[in-house]
Structures are given as structure tokens and as C-alpha cells.
């Protein structure tokens, strides 16, 4: 197997966004879920998004899984890798972007590194450097009261110049419009005075197909899927991938038991969860129990099995940004997501051995816990529920045949549950 394209993505959900970006550009795709062990058998693919849990984790961490990854996906043939984050730029001051960043560009020699996090199809724009979340700058969307990565500043050139070693530049939406030749130009004046990573503007689709394009004369750029789009738009229409090469997993239904898992606290999940009470059984878990003991995982699960036979049930451990805020102070941050985070991994665990074959999981971390512990080691990408949100068919996986939805909290609509189950057959 020979990649065009390689992916480390800093976490699961954002790497599902990104493999189902590039399924639909034309690009034969399967996500790993962290560095393939070589006995996993891959299909024939055009690129690999290598899944790791590591945005909200230590930097020198987060560094050395992201470099083992590079060294595997460069190992099989992968000229370019595409480091990709969350399109809200989910980090803080120490890191994680631009520790990861800089050590991928040192491994790979790249002078100058292209960054965006625009992905304009989920309302993500780059302007003068500043990221906006719809109509809004970062600093004042609902990613300020982000339970792990608040975000108290939009423009991004400022906030990835206190994580990275390298001077930081920018590449504005007047240069990105000239064209790929205006933007060459101005990356290689930056990189001549010492610039070694330019935050770069994106409105609409074709500034990411300028941006994908330009970013293939470099081994490595840094962006959420919107970026990814680009750079599969430009392997295809440069004659990289063969056109209509892309196939989506098309197998014999899963069937038996579903159960949603909602762990993400961000308003548009907590509105899911409130309209998926019209249609199935919701069980909301009190974030208190969790930490202090094992019993509420055992009252979720006996209440799921008095109701999982009549269909799908939804389990949601979310709760509102001023909640989240109490239970930190009472209990401390990471100690408060890690005990929610596993108890909701046993939940999934102990519902995939009583037959559940269907998981639909809202949240990043969420889904990163559930993933590791069921010990899924790749999925293929199939259905698109919503933007940046496919079905994924089990690759490897010890328990046999399983499909999963794995959502970052802010994508998908307002019935998302009843969207995903309704494709997950």
C-alpha cells in the first residue's frame, strides 16, 4: 500500500469528520484508530487518517504519538501529512497545536507550514487571521466555555505564536483570491524573514481549494477538514488519485440493539438530547454519582436493559457550561472528565457484550474513551449523517461486525440521534 495522503488527526471525532471529507472528494479512505499494528490488513487506499487522542493531553505526549504516527504514515509513501485539528482550534497556551507543529515540521524539514482551521460548509472562516464560529469570533461563541480548551481569543495568529517555537505569520483573504501563484509568492517572502508557519484566510470553498493546492508544494500543513477538502480537490484534479476512485463500505446490515451515548456538554448537543426525548428513552446520569462510585453506572445499565429490546435508547452524561463549571471546582478538571469519560466507556463496554451492535457517541473525548476501551482498530467511512458525520463500519474489531456515529459536540442537526439510527440499519 502506497498513500498520497496521510492524517494524523488529535482526536477521533475530528478524524471521522476528516475521513468523511475525503471519501466525498474522491479519495479512498480508512481511519485507524492510533498507529495501525502491522498485522491490521488495510484495502487498497488513497489515505490514511491516523485517530490519537491527544488534544487535551500532555504536549510532550501529544508530540511523541503524533511523530510516531508521521514516521508510519511517511514510511508508507505519504509525501504529505496533514495534521489535523478542531476547526474551533481547540488548545491553550501550552499546546497543543503548535508543539505538535513544530516538531512535525522539524522531522519532515518543511520551511514554511500552511495553517487553517476554516471549514466554511460548518461555518468555520479564517479573516485577517481571526477565526469565526458562524456569525460570531471564537472569543464569543460557545467555545469560550469549552469544559477543557475554553477559547478567549479569535485571532489565531496571536494564540498559536504563544504555543509554537517559530515566528508566526499571516496570508490574508486578499492574497488567497490572486491565486495560488500570489499565495506561493507571499509564503516564500514570509519564509524569508524567518515566518515557519502562516495562519492563512478562508471564506468559501475555493480559497480552500487555492489553500489545498499551494499546500501540497510543502511535506506537511496544519488545519481542520476544511483544509483536507481542499487537498483532496487538488490530488484529484491534479491526476494524483484516479477520479471516481472513492468507494464507501457498502455491507450486509448490522440490525440487533442501538444505544446512543451523549457526553459532549456544547449547546448543540444538549438541544439533541432534549429532542431525542420525543422518540426514544433518554437516561440523563447525575455527574456527582459518577465520580464518587460505581452505582450509577449499574443504574444505567439496568435501566438499559429494561428497555434496549424495545429499541434504541440514549444515555447523556452532558450537562449545561455552569454545571460543568461547579463540578470542576468540586471535584477538579481532569479528575471530573476522566471518572465521566470512563464511566461512560463502561456503559459502552458492557452494553457491546449484551448484544449492541449500533453506537452513536457525541463528544471527542467521549468517543476516544469509548473507542479505546471496545479496542476498535480502524473503520471504514460510509453514509454521510451530516457534515463532517459518517457511519463507520468496525475494521478488526474483537466483538465482529459493528457500526458507530462519532460526533464532535458541535455538528449535526437538531434530530441527529434519529438521523444517525435512521443510516446505521
Keep these: 500500500m502506497k498513500l498520497t495522503l496521510g492524517c494524523i488527526a488529535d482526536d477521533y471525532t475530528g478524524a471521522s469528520d476528516l475521513a468523511n471529507t475525503l471519501t466525498r472528494a474522491g479519495l479512498r479512505t480508512v481511519q485507524t484508530i492510533g498507529v495501525p499494528a502491522n498485522e491490521l490488513k488495510l484495502p487498497e487506499v488513497d ?3 491516523v485517530s490519537l487522542k491527544s488534544r487535551s493531553i500532555e504536549a510532550g505526549l501529544a508530540v511523541s504519538r503524533s511523530r510516531a504516527a508521521d514516521k508510519w504514515l511517511r514510511g508508507r509513501g505519504a509525501d504529505h501529512v496533514l495534521f489535523k485539528i478542531c476547526s474551533t482550534f481547540d488548545s ?3 499546546g497543543n497545536i503548535g508543539p505538535v507543529m513544530d516538531a512535525l515540521r522539524a522531522d519532515c524539514g518543511e520551511k514554511t507550514v500552511l495553517v487553517t482551521p476554516a471549514f466554511p460548509e460548518t461555518g468555520r472562516t479564517v479573516y485577517q487571521g481571526n477565526l469565526f464560529v ?3 469570533p471564537l472569543n464569543e461563541s460557545p467555545l469560550r466555555d469549552h469544559p477543557l480548551n475554553p477559547m478567549h481569543d479569535s485571532n489565531l495568529v496571536r494564540v498559536l ?4 517555537k517559530t515566528k508566526i505569520g499571516l496570508v490574508n483573504l486578499a492574497t488567497v483570491i490572486r491565486g495560488p501563484e500570489a499565495v506561493r509568492a507571499h509564503l516564500a517572502d514570509l519564509a524569508g524573514t524567518g515566518v515557519g508557519a502562516a495562519i492563512i484566510d478562508a471564506v468559501f470553498d ?5 489553500i489545498g493546492g499551494v499546500a501540497l508544494d510543502h511535506r506537511l500543513s496544519v488545519g481542520a477538514s476544511g483544509i483536507g477538502l481542499g487537498l483532496a480537490r487538488a490530488l484529484v484534479g491534479s491526476g494524483g488519485v484516479p477520479r471516481g476512485a472513492s468507494r464507501k463500505t457498502e455491507e450486509a446490515p448490522i440490525g440487533g440493539p442501538a444505544a446512543c451515548l451523549a457526553g459532549s456538554c456544547s449547546q448543540a448537543t444538549l438541544q439533541q438530547v432534549a429532542n431525542a426525548e420525543e422518540t426514544m428513552p433518554v437516561l440523563h446520569l447525575d455527574p456527582d454519582r459518577i465520580i464518587t462510585g460505581p452505582d450509577e453506572v449499574r443504574r444505567a445499565l439496568a435501566w438499559a436493559a429494561q428497555r434496549i429490546a424495545d429499541g434504541p435508547i440514549l444515555i447523556a452524561s452532558s450537562s449545561t457550561p455552569d454545571q460543568v463549571t461547579a463540578l470542576q471546582s468540586r471535584h477538579g478538571r481532569d479528575a471530573a472528565g476522566h471518572a465521566i469519560e470512563q464511566a461512560m466507556a463502561d456503559i459502552a463496554e458492557a452494553l457491546v457484550q449484551s448484544g449492541v451492535r449500533r453506537l452513536v457517541i457525541a463528544g471527542g473525548e467521549t468517543s476516544g474513551a469509548v473507542v479505546d476501551r471496545l479496542g476498535i482498530p480502524g473503520f471504514l467511512v460510509g453514509a454521510e449523517i451530516a457534515a463532517g458525520v459518517p457511519v463507520l463500519r468496525a475494521v478488526g474489531a474483537k466483538e465482529g461486525d459493528m457500526l458507530l456515529a462519532l460526533k464532535s459536540g458541535n ?3 437538531p434530530q ?3 438521523d444517525a ?3 446505521m440499519r
Design 47 to 49: 489515505a490514511v487518517v
Design 92 to 94: 491553550t497556551d501550552a
Design 134 to 136: 458562524g456569525l460570531v
Design 161 to 164: 505564536a504563544r504555543q509554537s
Design 206 to 210: 475555493l480559497d480552500l481549494e487555492t
Design 411 to 413: 455538528f449535526g442537526g
Design 416 to 418: 441527529f440521534f434519529s
Design 421 to 423: 439510527l435512521g443510516l
